[in-house]
T-cell receptor, first 112, second 114 residues
Framework: ETGVTQSPTHLIKTRGQQVTLRCSSQSGHNTVSWYQQALGQGPQFIFQYYREEENGRGNFPPRFSGLQFPNYSSELNVNALELDDSALYLC???????????FGPGTRLLVL | KQEVTQIPAALSVPEGENLVLNCSFTDSAIYNLQWFRQDPGKGLTSLLLIQSSQREQTSGRLNASLDKSSGRSTLYIAASQPGDSATYLCAALGSGGSNYKLTFGKGTLLTVNP
C-alpha cells in the first residue's frame, strides 16, 4: 500500500503566474483535501474533493481551484499568484468514513 | 466556526523532563482530535488520534487526552529527548456540512536541550 504523494516538492514562481500542484491518494481512498500552511501558522483548509466533485471549501478566493480524476488523484491550481500564496501546500486523502486524513509530504511554493 | 488554540507557542526544556502541551477548541461537536509532529520544512507526521468517544490514547512515551465537554486536549511527553524537538500541532475534525475538515492550531515549537 503506497502513501500519499505530492509533486513537485519545491516550486518557485513569480507574481501573476499560474501554478498546478499534484497529489496522488493513498490506495483505496476516494476523498482528497487540500490545505495551505503559511510560515509560522497551522494548515488552513482550502477545499475537499469527493468522487471528482468539490465537497466543501474554506475561505479561499476562486483563483484557487481543483480537480479530482477517476483514479482519485487530484490537482490544485492557483491563478494570478500573489506573494502571500507562498506557503507549504498539503494534500490529505481519506477513506469512505472520511474521519482519518493521511497527509502527503507537501509542496513548498515560493512566489517572488 | 471552529477555532483551535495551542498554548504555549514555544517551549524549551532540558532533556529528560516530562512536559504537557495544551490544545483548546471552541466547538465540541468534533469527530476526533489529532496530534501531529512537524519537523522544519517538512510535512505532517500523525502521532495520536483520539475519537470523540475516547478519553485518551497512548503511544510509547506519548499520551494524549481529550475532554470534549471543556473543549480541551493535552499531549503529554514523558522523558523528553533532543529528537523530540519539533513543532506539535493539534487538529480537530469537524463537519462543514457534507465534508469533513481539520481545523488546526498554530502549533507549539518544542526545543529539548541536551
Amino acid at each position: 500500500e503506497t502513501g500519499v504523494t505530492q509533486s513537485p516538492t519545491h516550486l518557485i514562481k513569480t507574481r501573476g503566474q499560474q501554478v498546478t500542484l499534484r497529489c496522488s491518494s493513498q490506495s483505496g481512498h476516494n476523498t482528497v483535501s487540500w490545505y495551505q500552511q503559511a510560515l509560522g501558522q497551522g494548515p488552513q483548509f482550502i477545499f475537499q474533493y469527493y468522487r471528482e466533485e468539490e465537497n466543501g471549501r474554506g475561505n479561499f478566493p476562486p483563483r484557487f481551484s481543483g480537480l479530482q480524476f477517476p483514479n482519485y488523484s487530484s490537482e490544485l491550481n492557483v491563478n494570478a499568484l500573489e506573494l502571500d500564496d507562498s506557503a507549504l501546500y498539503l494534500c490529505a486523502s481519506s477513506d469512505l468514513s472520511g474521519e482519518t486524513q493521511y497527509f502527503g509530504p507537501g509542496t513548498r511554493l515560493l512566489v517572488l | 466556526k471552529q477555532e483551535v488554540t495551542q498554548i504555549p507557542a514555544a517551549l524549551s526544556v532540558p532533556e529528560g523532563e516530562n512536559l504537557v502541551l495544551n490544545c483548546s477548541f471552541t466547538d465540541s461537536a468534533i469527530y476526533n482530535l489529532q496530534w501531529f509532529r512537524q519537523d522544519p520544512g517538512k510535512g505532517l507526521t500523525s502521532l495520536l488520534l483520539i475519537q470523540s468517544s475516547q478519553r485518551e490514547q497512548t503511544s510509547g512515551r506519548l499520551n494524549a487526552s481529550l475532554d470534549k465537554s471543556s473543549g480541551r486536549s493535552t499531549l503529554y511527553i514523558a522523558a523528553s529527548q533532543p529528537g523530540d524537538s519539533a513543532t506539535y500541532l493539534c487538529a480537530a475534525l469537524g463537519s462543514g456540512g457534507s465534508n469533513y475538515k481539520l481545523t488546526f492550531g498554530k502549533g507549539t515549537l518544542l526545543t529539548v536541550n541536551p
